[in-house]
């Protein structure tokens, strides 16, 4: 199975992922990421402005390759996305 990291961006700022996830396709790489999205914002929701969320979820291949970038934004309702 293809290894993947999911970096996440603040702002021009990359924090790179130490693990590696497996996942069957690429697809399933971005369900889950869209997923793990969806958490974060929630609990940036739930504790404020301790816990800020990235603005992006990076997936990244095994040669540090990014092969999608995923706004947190795009995750929202439509009715809350600016």
Not at 24 to 45: G, H, M, N, P, W
């Amino acid at each position: 199975m293809p290894n993947y990291y999911f970096h996440l961006r603040y702002g021009q700022q990359i924090s790179a992922a130490d693990d590696t996830l497996e996942f069957e396709t690429f697809a399933a790489a971005k369900q889950d990421a869209e997923r793990s999205a969806r958490d974060l914002l929630v609990d940036a929701i739930k504790f404020g402005g301790n816990n800020p969320a990235p603005d992006a979820f990076v997936i990244a291949d095994d040669a540090g390759k990014t092969l999608h970038e995923m706004r947190l934004v795009d995750v929202l309702p439509a009715p809350l996305r600016r």
